[in-house]
């Protein structure tokens, strides 16, 4: 019988969950986006009101793409995602619309943004739903994706319906619906089924109101659909339904034979032909072909028809399309279940076999081989090996499962044992395994390789940015203490011992490794350890202060690494140079090397590269005082972040300018969550990590009121001072001045004094350095001429927000003495701030003036937080774009921004406006342009982009200037 001949017309006892879904979608159709995930246990009804699902997503016109995840794709990236969006008789996508990819470790990340813009370009034609069930099954790279696409997409009109069972936390998609529920998803939970429920598709199946005894047995199927029609079906099988007086009764409660029975006793009454079929088909997978089951069973196809029949009379098989399948997934597991363990592992084998010889990668077969390979069997262990060197790079634990397997199959003299150990002790160090599994990595490196393969294997583990400096460096040393190294490969590990050492904020230790390390890497001329260590030595030089000297080592050090080919590696310098030219006054140059870098990266598809200058060239533009687009970028590029992924000193200093701009902006949701941030980074960090961490905390704890907090958290490090942070901000002594003053603490104040002074005796040229020295030391001893001082020097170099901190409190030193110009020098300060959006810092000087009783009137452009006037440029060029109908590829594209920086700046907007989706946006923008129609065309399209000219315009003449009295 075929599945589909007793699914009830309509869908019983889930009405009230499926209203949720219709809400979900009718918003979908109304233009904005939905998450929703339905959990359940097995046979509780997951597939069949997905199934629904997709009938009322074809009433609104969405189209949907629908996928039910495999278990043995699991370890296969992204297999998952791909079928839903461009697979099936009727593909949700053209898989032309889709550049091809290379097999490159950084794939998913431009996969991810490829799928992304296609999607949302999709989407703006028509709304989509992507259904993906069964995803308890899903490979990490489809986790990964319903975890960032939901969220990055947010505002486009698709449906993401996806239906799991319970899963234990460590599979990825249990954490990716955590993720998804925290941000606001639909979750829609099966439970058993009412009584009325069960009543109604016991009618239905058996043509007739059910009788009481029918009922009984209804009941014990405990509101589980799956089992509820196994039972009926089972009692219309045995043909014990009697149907009198328009009921549908049976003469006892005995269960049928196919549900009371083990599946061992069903097998039993079937023909040994279909026996034989089924239990070999259970090793193929869900799916199947006849062609499989034939040779796996040495028969002809044609010996197959009569015992398929049977199996799909008895309801084990359904037709799936070209393919055969098991009626459920419990039908299955039961059936693998019957059989004994060596009997079902002997199939497995045998199965993957047939599978590879069909073509099927490595990866597709990995898990079955694990399960079913007994010692020494070579095409296990290569099979193993080659997955796992497959999915190193994007799915870590599979990798370290299938290496760690491979070694138990390979006899200790097998040829390839010490390739297999590389490849396992890098995945086991990658996908953060427990210490216990760490330690069997380094004790099987050391019983397997040569010293020479155990130091080449530590090597590639001490350059793993996606890792932890402190266990980057530790790699490291465990290969410095091995025996008989060579001399290339020593220097190799020297240098990158003291580049680790360095970026984790162990300074000191950095600087004694110098000397050893130069005379390794002079001995041997390795290109490579020279770049490292000349990297590591300008880092330094950096560290200390010594601007000018860094400038010139790290340009030489681009220099030599371009002239050796090492360019991805010099695109780092090359950043590190431009953040020091910036303390420098050499903005200009800094953000040329910023806009070059972003290109490269981009064109040459470098995802690590370009998401560090993305984040550098963010927290350039705090510097020059454009927060909301620093804000933009940061908010979109951590959006994700919980804090246990920020382990390098770049991301650190990220979080920190997303910290500091959401202060400016009184940015709440954007403070709590730095404040949960930071503490997960300052328990978990390097020094340096945990310098970050202090100092984004304080800066929660100032944004709260509460400069007392802020003291505590700059002052509850152990390792070392709070500042200078690495790589640093030449003003934050600013900040740390002003806790300082606040609290009456002299430390801090000391701290603040020392780092200016020393900082500006080392760099005379920079007028920001020397500018911060005279504001903290005027500050400090309020001392008017310092703070003029500061004042002055901030004017001429471009550091605005710097200059609005100097100006206010010259205006409360002023207060003294002349009350009239501190009055007028807070009201510059007020200008200034509500020029750059620093909302927080208005607002702070607003009530300086109100508790001074001050009573005549400022004028001064007062800051809309609603509408249109409240825009800012970045966010008023991506308004007038998306009004157009471009995506925000195409956005990103002609602003020189990234998709996130413009879906972050697109949730400005829509908070502004009070609107939940681009439709809406084109909507309002059409209706306050005086027509009614959504914009149809690029013409009509422009008539937001006016109005937005208009408010900016307006705000910008001397009639929009508007006058409030400080009361």
Known sequence: ???????????????????????????????????????????????????????????????????????????????????????????????????????????????????????????????????????????????????????????????????????????????????????????????????????????????????????????????????LVETLLGLQDEARVEIVGGLADVRNTQLPRRVAQKMRERLAHLSAPAREAVIVAASLGRRFSFTDMAQLLDCPTSDLLAPVGELLDADLFVEHEAKLAFWHDITREAVRASVPVSARCAMDRQAATILLERGALPVEVAYQLAASAELGDEVAITTLLQAAKTVVSTDATAASDFGCRALDLSPLQHPRRGEIVSVTAVALHTSGSSGEAIAFADAALRDTLPAEQEAQVRLSIAGMFALSPDARAEAGRQALRLPDV??????????????????????????????????????????????????????????????????????????????????????????????????????????????????????????????????????????????????????????LEDGTRAVAALDGAALC??????????????????????????????????????????????????????????????????????????????????????????????????????????????????????????????????????????????????????????????????????????????????????????????GQLRDLGIRRRIVVREPATRGWAAMTEAEESVARLVAQGLTNREVAEQLFLSPHTVNSHLRHIFAKLSIKSRVELARLGAVEAGTSDVPTSQNEGHTLLHRLARHREADDGNGAARTFGIQ
């Open 486 to 639: 060579s001399p290339t490969l020593r220097a190799a590990h020297l240098a990158c011992l003291t580049y680790n050492l360095l970026v984790a904020g162990r300074i000191e230790e950095a600087r004694r490794s110098i000397p050893e390390a130069r005379i390794a890497t002079a001995a041997t001329a390795d290109p490579r350890a020279s770049l490292i260590l000349g990297v590591a030595e300008a880092g330094i030089a950096y560290a200390d202060e010594r601007f000018d000297e860094a400038v010139e080592l790290f340009t030489k050090t681009a220099r030599e690494g371009l002239a050796a080919g090492e360019n991805t590696r010099i695109r780092m310098v090359q950043m590190y140079c431009g953040e020091i030219l910036s303390h420098l006054g050499r903005e200009d140059e800094a953000l040329a090397i910023a806009q070059e870098g972003l290109a490269s990266a981009q064109r040459d598809r470098q995802d690590w590269i370009y998401e560090m200058y993305e984040t550098w060239q963010a927290r350039l533009w705090l510097r020059l005082g454009r927060i909301s687009e620093a804000a933009a970028v940061l908010e979109g590029r951590f959006e």
């Open 1 to 227: 019988m075929n599945r589909q001949r007793w699914w009830p017309c309509e869908l019983r006892g889930r009405s009230g969950e499926l209203a949720l879904i219709e809400d979900e979608l009718r918003r979908v159709a109304d233009g904005r986006g939905s998450a929703i995930v339905v959990t359940g246990g097995a046979g509780i009804g997951k597939t069949r009101l997905l199934a629904e699902t997709k009938t009322v997503a074809d009433r609104f016109g969405i189209r949907t793409g629908s996928v039910a995840a495999e278990p043995n794709e699991s370890a296969v990236e992204m297999s998952t995602l791909l079928s839903a969006l461009f697979g099936g008789r009727e593909p949700l996508l053209s898989r032309q619309e889709l550049p091809p990819t290379q097999p490159e470790p950084n794939q998913r990340f431009w996969l991810l943004r490829d799928i992304e813009a296609i999607l949302e370009k999709n989407a703006l034609q028509s709304p989509l739903a992507v259904c993906v069930d069964d995803a308890h099954w899903v490979d990490a790279g489809t986790a990964a994706a319903l975890r960032e696409l939901p969220l990055r997409l947010r505002d486009v009109p698709i449906a993401w319906i996806i239906a799991a069972r319970p899963t234990p936390e460590s599979n990825p998609i249990a954490r990716t619906l955590d993720y998804l529920q925290s941000r606001g998803l639909c979750k829609v939970g099966l439970g058993p089924l009412r009584a009325e429920a069960i009543a109604a598709i016991t009618a239905e199946i058996l043509g007739a109101e059910p009788g009481r005894n029918v009922l009984t047995l209804a009941e014990r199927a405990a509101g589980n659909p799956f089992l």
């Open 657 to 846: 300018a997303m910290a500091r701009a959401a202060m400016h902006m009184a940015d709440t949701r954007q403070l709590r969550r730095a404040g949960e941030i930071g503490k997960v980074m300052l328990k978990l960090g390097t020094p340096v990590i945990k310098q970050h961490a202090a100092w984004m905390l304080a800066l929660t704890a100032m944004a709260d009121g509460d400069m007392n907090a802020a003291r505590d958290w700059l002052t509850g490090l152990a390792d070392s001072p709070v500042l200078p942070r690495f790589p640093q901000d030449v003003t934050d002594e600013m900040v740390l001045a002003r806790i300082a003053a606040a609290t009456g603490d002299d430390l801090l104040a000391q701290l603040a004094l020392a780092n200016t002074r020393r900082r500006a005796a080392t760099n005379t040229s920079s007028l920001a350095i020397s500018a911060t020295q005279a504001y903290v030391h005027g500050l400090l001893s309020n001392d008017e001429r310092e703070l003029r001082a500061g004042v002055d020097g901030f004017e001429r170099c471009r550091r605005p927000l710097e200059w609005a901190m100097a100006t206010e409190d010259l205006g409360i030193c002023l207060l003294a003495s002349d009350r009239a110009a501190g009055v007028a020098t807070l009201g510059q300060a007020l200008v200034r701030y509500t020029d750059l959006g620093a909302v927080w810092d208005a607002r702070r000087v607003r």
